[in-house]
């Protein structure tokens, strides 16, 4: 078995996979959402303090399978510098007392094989990554074979939720409550500029709509927010199924997958399910518990790297905010 462990950002979680099945043992998660909801967005120095009590007591849960374990993998980038090494820290320690190799995980990958939890991994696939920190086009060919092809110059798709829903009041994670808004609200009320529209480079940026929506806000009243929202979704997803339009005029999608948090988007969903539809390209979707950050995608790329005998030494393993992909 593989016990993993996430802390990128503003959950802690671990699991335990079973490495000759990718069976899933164990998996507990404890998120920060209330504490960080009074700040409109996660707060890096209490998102730590907060790993630090919770991966323990999750820990303390995992002793039963401590004799079973035949790795401990951990989340090293990206992510917030100070809560990835909590989550480290703790794996480097579990390295060290079990005796056991050390796996240090890219976090995107992880998004990409939570499709796979339980299941064996299927390629090539081509991936749009949507979370708070990236947006992200890749061809995936296999656990060490991704090419990025697009990514955003400034804020991310789920970040400017999050935004856009802490200057309407709603609090953090801003995502699932601008989806909640948006479906009262009329899409076409607001004639936001579809970002990078003219531009045949295939890149994503929001932080232009992100500030056309804010301008929005300050003239608005209480009852336009669920037109603004509604108008911010439909062009916020508008931006990516015309850049990936445009992709698909050069590379023709055969299995196509949406992973992140922000996947859970179901208005986002059914946009690129549309889009798909005339090129008979099959669509992928982690299922909706594995779309946000946990412990168990961490753990089924690890049983691939195990298989592989990717390990990291215990002095070579870093963290890092930034990813190479
Ligand atoms: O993958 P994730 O849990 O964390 C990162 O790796 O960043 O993604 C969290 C992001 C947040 O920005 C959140 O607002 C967004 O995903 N999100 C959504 C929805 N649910 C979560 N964005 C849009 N629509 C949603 N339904
Ligand atoms: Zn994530």
């Known amino acids: 078995m593989i016990l993993s ?78 809560t990835l090494i909590e989550g480290v820290t703790m794996a480097k320690a579990i390295s060290v007392a079990l005796r056991i190799p050390l796996i240090g ?63 309407m009041g709603l609090g953090y994670p801003g995502g699932p409550a601008i989806q909640e808004l948006a479906k009262n609200g009329d899409r076409k009320k607001y004639n936001f500029t579809i970002p990078l529209a003219q531009s045949p480079k295939i890149a994503f940026s929001y932080s232009g709509l992100k500030n056309a929506v804010r301008l929005a806000v300050e003239k608005a009243e209480q009852e336009d927010y669920p037109d603004i929202a509604a108008s911010f979704e439909h062009i916020a997803t508008a931006h990516i199924t015309n850049k990936l339009k445009r992709y698909f005029k050069t590379v023709t999608p055969v299995t196509f997958a949406i992973v992140g948090g922000a996947s859970a988007n179901l208005y986002l969903r059914s946009q690129i399910e549309s889009l798909l539809k005339p090129h008979g390209a099959r669509l992928l979707l982690s299922e909706l518990k594995y779309c946000s950050d946990n412990a168990a995608m961490i753990g089924r790329v690890a049983v691939d790297m195990y298989n592989n005998e990717i390990f990291t030494s215990l002095d070579k393993l870093d963290v890092s905010p930034k990813s190479l992909l």
């Open 105 to 167: 995980v890219n976090h995107l990958v992880g998004h990409i094989y939570s499709l796979f939890i339980e299941k064996e991994a299927q390629f090539p696939l081509t991936v749009l990554l949507v979370s708070g920190g990236h947006t992200q086009v890749m061809e995936v060919k296999s656990l060490s074979e991704i090419d990025t092809i697009a990514k955003s110059m400034d804020d991310s798709f789920g970040e400017s939720f999050d935004k856009v829903a802490k200057m």
């Open 5 to 82: 462990i996430e802390s990128s950002c503003d959950d802690s979680a671990i699991a335990i996979t079973e490495i000759s099945t990718c069976k899933l043992l164990f998996h507990k998660k404890i998120s920060q959402e209330i504490e960080h909801s009074v700040y409109g967005g996660v707060v890096p120095e209490l998102a730590a303090r907060l790993h630090a009590e919770a991966l323990p007591k999750i820990l303390e849960e995992c002793k039963p399978y401590f004799s079973k374990l035949k790795a401990v993998a951990v989340t090293s980038s990206p992510g917030l510098t100070v």
